[in-house]
């Protein structure tokens, strides 16, 4: 199979979570992780979201690449699609411990940024939260930017995710207590 030709189909044939099951049948994994960290802002983006769905298939099968998701994220200028599926990615898995404060600084550029689409800025928050879970004093510090947010940022999906996401700070702060 052809994964570059299949990525760069026209939209309304290309489909993610059909074409991960064929990338992990075929064991061309590998060939997809080269093309998400391509310059080519179209190629990189559906690649990374393909891995998205690889990973929600078989988390282990990009769990080698975490470090090299997480460095790209240095790299300027990215594709708003490769950033909301790396973040999408770091929802359900766990951060390398060497990379979570790299994590929550990069989550907390992205949440402060009014301009940043409400996908990254929704996934980064949850990022945050998963990595601070553990450590009170960064869901305190969370719960302020979140409590902030809830009263000057009017879209109806940002205001869902804060509401929710303040309740699960709330839950976790009396259960460590």
Same mark, same amino acid.
Request: charged share 25%; net charge positive.
């Given at each position: 199979?052809k994964i570059k030709e299949e990525l760069?189909?026209?939209?309304?044939?290309?489909?993610?979570?059909? %074409?991960?099951?064929?990338? /992990?049948?075929?064991?061309? &994994?590998?060939?997809?992780?080269? *093309?998400?960290? !391509?310059? @080519?802002?179209?190629?990189?983006?559906?690649?990374?979201?393909?891995?998205?769905?690889?990973?929600?298939?078989?988390?282990?099968?990009?769990?080698?690449?975490?470090?090299?998701?997480?460095?790209? %994220?240095?790299?300027?200028? /990215?594709?708003?699609?490769? &950033?909301?599926?790396?973040?999408? *990615?770091?929802? !359900?898995? @766990?951060?390398?411990?060497?990379?979570?404060?790299?994590?929550?600084?990069?989550?907390?550029?992205?949440?402060?940024?009014?301009?940043?689409?409400?996908?990254?800025?929704?996934?980064?928050?949850?990022?945050?939260?998963?990595?601070?879970?553990?450590?009170?004093?960064?869901?305190?510090?969370?719960?302020?930017?979140?409590?902030?947010?809830?009263?000057?940022?009017?879209?109806?999906?940002?205001?869902?995710?804060?509401?929710?996401?303040?309740?699960?700070?709330?839950?976790?702060?009396?259960?460590?207590?």
């Open positions: 199979m760069l189909a026209e939209i309304r044939v290309f489909k993610a979570p059909e %074409l991960a099951k064929q990338i /992990l049948k075929s064991h061309q &994994i590998t060939e997809l992780i080269k *093309l998400a960290l !391509e310059k @080519d802002p179209l190629l990189s983006s559906r690649a990374m979201w393909v891995l998205s769905h690889c990973s929600d298939i078989d988390p282990s099968c990009v769990k080698p690449y975490y470090s090299t998701f997480i460095l790209n %994220l240095k790299n300027k200028p /990215l594709h708003n699609g490769v &950033i909301r599926s790396t973040l999408r *990615l770091f929802q !359900e898995q @766990d951060v390398p411990t060497k990379h979570q404060s790299f994590m929550i600084d990069k989550c907390y550029e992205y949440v402060k940024n009014p301009s940043e689409a409400i996908a990254i800025r929704s996934f980064a928050i949850t990022v945050i939260y998963q990595i601070s879970k553990p450590y009170p004093e960064l869901l305190h510090e969370l719960k302020l930017l979140l409590t902030h947010l809830s009263t000057n940022d009017g879209s109806p999906g940002m205001k869902s995710k804060l509401k929710k996401t303040l309740g699960l700070i709330e839950k976790d702060i009396r259960r460590i207590k």
